[in-house]
């Protein structure tokens, strides 16, 4: 999605502050660490913090931090913000003045910003009135193993949150955009095994075996009419098989094969039925060959979900830092997964996109070793994320909405239709 999003795009934070949160990027994005190895980058986090005089504890599901600021009212529960801070494996290529310094690590997935961000709506919320309800700032490790989320909640931290919400830099949509989906934001993400034993044999006489590549192969092929033969159009859905390993020799009718694959959803009730369906055909394509087929499937991360009364207020938040013009929908549905589904699988909240895209790099995707963004965009995160404490709490708390009435613009695309 290209074009202006906004005729009167102005950076929202004033220029020390939005200096202060690039150089903190910058310094991230230098010295990036793997998940559940960011030592270094929560430290930073830490005195930054101890700078604005929030307090916060440490150590939460390895390097994870979660400051807490006062509001008016505790009785129902935190407003959380959350960033990720890990890096990825990744030898970086972008040639940046500010390029990693640690081999074969990078912040290749703005993870660098999302927590700069994060800094830069702390400042605001601090400087500013009185918060309504009490505001939880979760720097979540690990997020790319997809267990971090996962961690942070059992170490029982967000237990008195009420809201949660998050963000992600894109690079599929232009500065000064925030993009605001009703519904699936990411897929949920899972993997599955499949075991083959047939009866090997000599090539010359496969009437004496059961070909576990022959199997295989009609497996495979059978696997892919779920998709396109028994789930709605309308859903995205997946299901890939990766790996298909078989056989010893070109003479020898191989006894044994594995398949590997990957399955994804947007809703999960589609979730639920992939992975029946996968079971259902292993074990008729094991019936109709007389071989035996185990199959198992190990679930991840679910589909991220933004139910909508969270949206509106994720919506309102971002309406009032870019406006109109600049609130989107997702054009796209995003195949990838995200951990913070596993918050929202027990806490009501919203997860959102900032526009970054960088003229002349948008053929760089996240997870690329030449990944960059537009710095500017840590700026229009913050005031999000500021903005969306105190709509967010004045909802929980049943206070009025300030002056903001009702001229959210409406999702520009419709995703659900009828049945
Ligand atoms: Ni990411």
């Not at 690039?22 to 010295?31: A, G």
């Not at 600021?69 to 290529?93: F, N, T």
Request: with cysteine.
């Amino acid at each position: 999605m290209k074009g202006s999003p906004s005729s009167n795009l102005r950076q929202p934070l004033e220029k020390e502050l939005y200096e202060k949160i690039v150089r903190f990027r910058r310094d991230l994005h230098q010295h990036p660490e793997l998940s559940w190895h960011e030592g270094r980058t929560a430290g930073k986090i830490a005195a930054a913090l101890d700078d604005l005089g929030i307090s916060y504890e440490a150590g939460i599901a390895g390097n994870g931090i979660v400051a807490t600021l006062p509001g008016r009212d505790a009785s129902r529960g935190a407003i959380a913000l959350r960033a990720d801070i890990d890096a990825l494996p990744i030898h970086e290529e972008t040639g940046l003045p500010f390029a990693s310094r640690n081999d074969g690590v990078m912040h290749a997935c703005g993870h660098d910003g999302h927590t700069s961000i994060l800094l830069g709506a702390a400042s605001l919320l601090v400087a500013g009135h009185e918060l309504p309800a009490p505001v939880k700032l979760v720097f979540q490790p690990a997020e790319e193993t997809g267990a971090g989320a996962s961690a942070v909640i059992e170490t029982g931290v967000v237990d008195d949150v009420a809201l949660i919400f998050g963000g992600h830099i894109d690079r599929h949509y232009p500065l000064g955009t925030i993009i605001v989906t009703d519904g699936a934001v990411n897929a949920s993400s899972d993997s599955f095994s499949i075991s083959i034993s047939g009866k090997g044999g000599h090539g010359g006489r496969p009437h004496e075996t059961v070909d576990a590549v022959v199997v295989g192969s009609l497996l495979i092929i059978a696997l892919q009419t779920i998709v396109s033969r028994e789930v709605n159009p309308a859903h995205p859905s997946v299901v890939s098989v990766g790996t298909f390993r078989s056989g010893t020799a070109s003479n020898v009718i191989a006894d044994h094969a594995e398949l590997t694959g990957t399955i994804r959803a947007q809703d999960p009730e589609v979730r639920l039925h992939l992975h029946r369906s996968i079971q259902r055909i292993s074990a008729a394509v094991a019936q109709l060959h007389g071989a035996l087929i185990e199959t198992s499937i190990s679930e991840g991360t679910p589909p991220l979900i933004n139910p909508p009364a969270m949206a509106a207020l994720a919506r309102e938040a971002a309406f009032e830092v870019v406006g109109q013009d600049g609130v989107r929908a997702m054009v796209v549905a995003n195949m990838g997964a995200e951990d913070f589904a596993y918050y929202l699988e027990r806490i009501p909240g919203a997860y959102v996109r900032f526009g970054t895209v960088v003229e002349g790099h948008e053929v760089w995707p996240a997870h690329s070793s030449r990944f960059d963004f537009d710095e500017r965009t840590l700026g229009f995160g913050a005031a999000y994320y500021a903005a969306l404490a105190r709509i967010a709490g004045r909802h929980l708390v049943g206070m009025p909405p300030n002056d903001v009435e009702c001229r959210m613009p409406p999702d520009r695309e419709t995703r659900k239709g009828p049945e």
